[in-house]
Every structure is written in structure tokens, then in C-alpha cells.
């Protein structure tokens, strides 16, 4: 989803993204990205529109297409059935990971979603730590996966 997601944007605009689009920006922030596809593309949105809309290509994705990895129900249920709490950390906007657990009713297994957003970037381990407050056990005795 992430490598063709500004080729999907292009497309629902009826533009045709060139061949090695991802890798000229995959370096550039969200806001770099909106400006290129206004200089290169003739995009005559705003860079706030273009960003909107990419997030809609995302929602939509979240809600409809995202496939659930096998063995990961089982596994959450292994959990469950042994009273290990859980909690889901993620870098994602709560509401797009809340809707794609909903689609395939796993909410019920998380005590919490935490998002980077809420709590810290993900390159730092705030997360982590506010997770394993919310479980209530020792360091030692939780895992991060």
C-alpha cells in the first residue's frame, strides 16, 4: 500500500504517475510530497487538500482493503485465553487502526490503543513505557512485538 500510495493518488485525479515516482519521494515529508505532485503534475490543489486526500486513499484502505496476517487471530486468542493483557502501540492514527480491528473484531482483545501521536515519536520509547503502565506488569514480564 505505502510504495504505490502516491501512485494512487495521481490516478484518482485521472493523472498518470511516472514509473519511478516512490523513489524520487520517499525522502520527501508529507507537505514536500503535496509540493511535487503541484510542480510536476500541475496539481492545482492546496498542499493541505493533496494531504487530505492522500489520507482518505489511507482511511479507505484501513477500512476496506487491509488484510489481517494469518495466525494473528489464533495467536491473539492463545493470549486471551490465558489472561495475558494486551495493548496495541502503533505509529498509525488510533481511528484507521481502531477501524481495521473492528472489521475484524480484534478490539475486544486490547485493553488500549496508543498511538506515537498521543505520546511520543516512534523512534523514541515513551510508547512502550506508557503500554506496559496501562498492562500493569513488570518490565520484564512484557513483550513487545
Request: hydrophobic share 40%; proline share 3%; aromatic share 12%.
Amino acid at each position: 500500500m505505502w510504495n504505490h500510495l502516491a501512485d494512487r493518488y495521481l490516478l484518482s485525479l485521472g493523472l498518470v504517475p511516472e514509473q519511478d515516482l516512490n523513489s524520487k519521494i520517499k525522502n520527501l515529508t508529507v507537505d514536500e510530497a503535496g509540493q511535487y505532485f503541484q510542480e510536476h503534475y500541475g496539481v492545482r490543489k492546496t498542499v493541505a487538500e493533496i494531504n487530505a486526500g492522500v489520507f482518505e486513499l489511507i482511511r479507505h484502505f484501513y477500512e476496506s482493503e487491509v488484510s489481517l496476517k494469518p495466525g494473528v487471530r489464533e495467536f491473539l486468542t492463545f493470549l486471551a485465553e490465558r489472561h495475558i493483557p494486551m495493548c496495541l502501540a502503533t505509529v498509525t492514527y488510533a481511528g484507521l487502526v481502531q477501524a481495521a480491528m473492528e472489521r475484524y473484531g480484534l478490539l475486544t482483545y486490547f485493553k488500549s490503543i496508543l498511538t506515537c501521536r498521543d505520546i511520543s515519536g516512534k523512534d523514541k520509547p515513551e510508547i512502550f513505557y506508557r503500554a506496559q503502565q496501562l498492562l500493569g506488569t513488570e518490565r520484564a514480564a512484557t513483550y513487545v512485538f
